[in-house]
């Protein structure tokens, strides 16, 4: 049966689609979910970022294991693939001496997390990731770190989790905040994948449950 699924990013959200987000099949939200609230509350996968500063803080704060949200949650997405971010230590340490503890794996707590929870858990494999980087270049992106958790959440829902008829809509999408994401380059990224009617970003419309354009 196909499914109308909403990815939520952590940006600003159109006002009233607290319950089109809510009656949708499937719904992915990041990190500490902010999103929660004017994009509604239904969660079923939480995308986590599992290296560096944001994972560290999320599994030794005590917010994240208490969210509401991340306990309604069936599944755990860790972004980052544990291997390639290892490999990625030596050249940031070159490039980016500021990121010392970007490339720190706190995967294997997110795992016992989501074990413990009766959680489904998953990483996000390095492919995937590449993929990314590979797509973005056509957009002539500027120097770049790694794509958002955004961007990698939307590709491989769409290489490996989309279903014949599936909808994949966008809620929450800014396209802007650390420096070292390629911002710019996903905005058109994505437009693209709109284009080809492989994504919808969801807006404000008062007499439609969905959106039906860019």
Request: proline share 5%; hydrophobic share 45%.
């Amino acid at each position: 049966m196909a499914r109308r699924i909403v990815i939520v990013g952590n940006g600003e959200i159109g006002e009233g689609l607290a319950d089109v987000i809510d009656s949708a099949d499937l719904v992915i939200r990041f990190n500490d979910c902010r999103s929660v609230g004017a994009g509604g509350g239904r969660t079923d996968i939480v995308a986590v970022c599992n290296t560096g500063r944001p994972g560290k803080a999320m599994l030794e704060g005590a917010g994240w294991s208490c969210n509401k949200a991340v306990w309604l949650a069936s599944s755990i997405w860790c972004v980052r693939d544990p291997q390639k971010f290892a490999a990625m230590r030596a050249p940031l340490a070159q490039t980016h001496p500021e990121l010392d503890d970007f490339c720190d794996d706190y995967t294997d707590g997110f795992a016992d997390y989501a074990r413990q929870n009766g959680k489904d858990f998953h990483i996000i494999p390095a492919s995937t990731h590449e993929a990314v980087d590979h797509d973005l270049a056509a957009f002539d992106p500027a120097p770049y770190v790694v794509p958002s958790s955004g961007a990698i959440v939307i590709a491989e829902f769409l290489a490996h989790y989309r279903r014949p008829g599936d909808e994949l809509f966008l809620a929450g999408f800014g396209h802007q905040g650390w420096e070292w994401h390629p911002w710019d380059a996903e905005r058109q990224w994505v437009d693209h994948l709109i284009a080809v009617n492989k994504l919808v970003r969801l807006i404000a419309n008062p007499s439609r449950h969905f959106a039906s354009g860019a």
